[in-house]
């Protein structure tokens, strides 16, 4: 009988033959070994021994686990957690090391129906877009980057993954390679972004290039990729800049490029196709957004509710 780290390894194994990223095999492996652990504070070294009680005493402690700060995790983040011990166990089931799977009945919490946050206005986009400095290197840079975010609505990853050749600015489109899912996609890069970045690549990332091979599209000003952290930082920075009293992610301006679109009309399967949504229901949070703006609308200015004071 393997040890649970023997077990991992395997599953492990079986995820990089499926052609799954690094990050969302680092991902489960994190996840797996925070199950491990609870096994071992329950006296469990066998896998065989877990039984469908157990899997559930860990969705229980999960539920009663908090961070640093003393809060609860959110019901997403312990779903993720279960869902990793369920396919684990989906795999040691699948492969024979077990003949039953204790987790195949263990329900999942249910996800409270949440809509995002800090949507930006027309106007306050404006302000983000017009803070850097676009007379100096790294500001055009960040300016070429808050347009394409905008434009596009991409994540943070796949707009640092982004390669010069995956960027075609006659043709007004853009390559997003490996996204989320490990999932390519291709999304089209609006007129004024375009612009932007076309002049970056010629004017601007030719002062940042220190290796010719990197073809890394947005550079650090050592010549390198720049991390999610720095760009994640920079967008706070120009946030403040721009005196917004929202919070302002890549995901503010992820939410805010799907919400203006659909306040103008646009298609839901056009927005899953550009945000790189596997689900449909995963977009339609965006038809809330707006049914929700109508509602506040609605009782604002409609006549009979003025009435109503």
Same mark, same amino acid.
């Given at each position: 009988m393997l040890d649970l780290t023997a077990y991992a390894e395997k599953y492990v194994e079986r995820l990089k033959v499926l052609n799954y990223s690094p990050r969302t095999i680092e991902g489960r492996r994190y996840d797996l070994f925070k199950f491990f652990r609870f096994l071992g504070e329950m006296g469990?070294?066998?896998?065989?021994?877990?039984?469908?009680?157990?899997?559930?005493?860990?969705?229980?402690?999960?539920?009663?686990?908090t961070n640093r700060q003393g809060e609860s995790f959110t019901v997403g983040s312990r779903n993720n957690n279960l869902k990793v011990?369920?396919?684990?166990?989906?795999?040691?089931?699948?492969?024979?090391?077990? !003949? @039953?799977?204790?987790? $195949?009945?263990?329900?999942? %919490? *249910?996800?409270? &129906?949440?809509?995002?946050?800090?949507? =930006?206005?027309?106007?306050?986009?404006?302000?983000?877009?017009?803070?850097?400095?676009?007379?100096?290197?790294?500001?055009?840079?960040?300016?070429?980057?808050?347009?394409?975010?905008?434009?596009?609505?991409?994540?943070?990853?796949?707009?640092?993954?982004?390669?010069?050749?995956?960027?075609?600015?006659?043709?007004?489109?853009?390559?997003?390679n490996l996204g989320k899912g490990g999932k390519d996609r291709v999304v089209p890069l609006g007129k004024i972004a375009c612009r932007y970045v076309e002049n970056y690549v010629k004017a601007v990332r030719p002062h940042l290039t220190k290796d010719q091979a990197n073809r890394t599209l947005f550079l650090s000003l050592?010549?390198?990729?720049?991390?999610?952290?720095?760009? !994640? @930082?920079?967008?706070? $920075?120009?946030?403040?800049? %721009? *005196?917004?009293? &929202?919070?302002?992610?890549?995901?503010? =301006?992820?939410?805010?490029?799907?919400?203006?679109?659909?306040?103008?009309?646009?298609?839901?399967?056009?927005?899953?196709?550009?945000?790189?949504?596997?689900?449909?229901?995963?977009?339609?949070?965006?038809?809330s957004v707006t049914i929700a703006e109508l509602k506040e609308a609605h009782k604002k200015y409609h006549p009979r509710e003025r009435e109503w004071v």
């Open positions: 469990i070294s066998d896998i065989a021994a877990v039984t469908r009680e157990l899997v559930r005493d860990y969705q229980t402690h999960l539920y009663e686990e011990a369920k396919l684990f166990f989906r795999f040691l089931k699948d492969e024979d090391y077990l !003949a @039953q799977d204790p987790s $195949r009945d263990v329900p999942y %919490a *249910k996800v409270p &129906k949440r809509l995002p946050r800090s949507i =930006l206005t027309k106007q306050e986009v404006r302000k983000l877009l017009k803070a850097p400095d676009t007379h100096s290197l790294m500001g055009y840079r960040d300016r070429a980057i808050l347009e394409v975010f905008y434009s596009t609505g991409l994540r943070n990853s796949e707009l640092g993954a982004l390669k010069v050749e995956d960027v075609d600015t006659d043709e007004g489109f853009l390559r997003v050592r010549g390198n990729r720049m991390g999610r952290i720095v760009i !994640a @930082q920079n967008i706070r $920075r120009y946030a403040r800049r %721009a *005196k917004l009293q &929202k919070s302002v992610t890549a995901h503010t =301006l992820r939410h805010t490029c799907a919400t203006q679109m659909m306040r103008n009309k646009a298609n839901l399967r056009h927005i899953q196709e550009l945000l790189g949504h596997a689900c449909l229901t995963t977009t339609q949070v965006y038809t």
